[in-house]
């Protein structure tokens, strides 16, 4: 049996992809340019919603949603327990409190949580689609509707819609589908993410899709995030590139958060191939993992399809049934002596010291620390071949049956 090692999640660059780099940065226009709009239209159209805006990362985009929505001290946002730190940092950013809740078995939030933790201080709720598999977030906005008749708008646009705001962090999720439709047109803004690890990548950046009601005008919006992604500046770079179009105003002090050219030109790439090729590859490989674990009583594997939501395959989140955290701890080191990588999605927030020290206890969340004990990430990558998928579950069988039996 071969023993090189086997990376978790390495970006899918070849020569296509280096190409598309390489025309970017001889073409002359390396930031915010020409390739970044095009991404941006093509993510709409993916997602079926009006306009996407591309930026940095998931992070500073969906930083930038909870600064428009004016979200400060006072202010609670519901967060799922099991996500990672991103989600509830960027809460700490604006000075609002992160209100925790647990999850169902499928690792999203538990929409009956949501229900007993919404106060007239609620003024955003954030689903986390984890591992790629949506969160019930149909069924989120019609809680955060409920929220009518006690919701306290402190501004203009949360007058306007007249309710908590639901931000999904659809970090792990482009592509999912939710009753056939694309993860995008849900929530009332979805954030995407295209860190290196995850399904669709450029390297570095992030998404966001509107799809507010009306009377939302999503031109409107698209106009006043590029202006707060680039210092409240009234052009950007591009539109100032115009002869004598040079003089600009800052109508507030904005952040800096932009896409260049350069990750969007690998971001076409990726999209192009996402469908029809990056998919079918994630697919193929989880049902494979299936395939071994489903029938074997010491594990449980992760959902991809409930008959209304689809996952994008993003990690194969498996279980180890029974196990303590300490023995799946050791398992973990017993894998990895095989060379193989895998990862544990995700400590859970009251688990890191600084939410610990806000005065979070894992206690309260029964089911997220119980799913967390559990859980092991396998690999997932488009150029992880059959026979190294056969090696993963060779090397997690041996583990489990080595550690569980001792
Ligand atoms: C990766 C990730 C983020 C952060 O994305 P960035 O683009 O790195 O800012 C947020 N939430 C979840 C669940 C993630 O996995």
């Known amino acids: 049996m071969s023993t090189t090692p086997i990376p978790f999640s390495p970006p899918r660059i070849d020569?296509?992809?280096?190409?598309?780099?390489?025309?970017?940065?001889?073409?002359?226009?390396?930031?915010?340019?020409?390739?970044?709009?095009?991404?941006?239209?093509?993510?709409?159209?993916?997602?079926?919603?009006?306009?996407?805006?591309?930026?940095?990362?998931?992070?500073?985009?969906?930083?930038l949603v909870l600064r428009w929505f004016g979200v400060g001290p006072g202010d609670e946002v519901i967060v799922p327990a099991y996500t990672y730190c991103a989600t509830a940092n960027i809460v700490m950013h604006v000075g609002a409190k992160p209100v925790l809740v647990d999850v169902l078995d499928d690792f999203t939030m538990d929409p009956a949580q949501l229900l007993l933790r919404m106060t007239e201080r609620t003024k955003v709720i954030m689903p986390v689609d984890i591992g790629g598999l949506p969160a019930h977030v149909e069924q989120i906005m019609s809680i955060a509707s409920q929220a009518r008749s006690f919701f306290k708008p402190s501004n203009e646009v949360q007058t306007m819609l007249g309710r908590p705001l639901v931000l999904s962090d659809a970090a792990h999720s482009f592509g999912a589908r939710i009753g056939g439709k694309a993860v995008g047109a849900q929530a009332d803004i979805t954030g995407f993410s295209f860190h290196a690890v995850k399904n669709l990548t450029t390297a570095e950046g992030g998404a966001l899709a509107f799809n507010l009601p009306k009377p939302f005008d999503h031109e409107e919006l698209y106009r006043l995030f590029n202006t707060m992604s680039l210092h409240g500046q009234s052009k950007d770079a591009l539109a100032k590139t115009q002869p004598g179009a040079w003089r600009y105003d800052v109508a507030f002090p904005g952040w800096k958060c932009n896409m260049t050219d350069l990750q969007a030109a690998i971001g076409l790439v990726e999209l192009e191939r996402y469908d029809t090729d990056t998919l079918v590859r994630r697919r193929a490989i989880c049902y494979r993992y299936n395939e071994a674990f489903?029938?074997?009583?010491?594990?449980?594997?992760?959902?991809?399809?409930?008959?209304?939501r689809t996952s994008s395959y993003h990690l194969y989140m498996l279980r180890i049934a029974g196990s303590t955290e300490e023995q799946r701890d050791a398992i973990i080191t017993a894998i990895a002596q095989h060379g193989v990588s895998v990862n544990v999605h995700f400590i859970p927030l009251p688990m890191l010291s600084f939410y610990m020290g806000q005065g979070y206890a894992m206690r309260d969340y029964p089911n997220t620390y119980l799913q967390y004990s559990h859980e092991i990430s396998l690999p997932v990558y488009y150029d992880l071949t059959d026979a190294q998928v056969d090696r993963v579950i060779n090397v997690v069988k041996a583990a489990v049956e080595e550690v569980m039996s001792a």
């Open 294 to 308: 489903a029938k074997d009583p010491r594990f449980v594997v992760p959902e991809f399809y409930d008959g209304y």
């Open 15 to 63: 020569d296509r992809t280096v190409k598309a780099v390489e025309e970017a940065l001889r073409s002359g226009w390396i930031t915010t340019g020409p390739r970044t709009k095009e991404f941006e239209r093509k993510l709409a159209d993916y997602c079926g919603v009006e306009r996407v805006i591309a930026l940095n990362s998931w992070t500073n985009a969906c930083e």
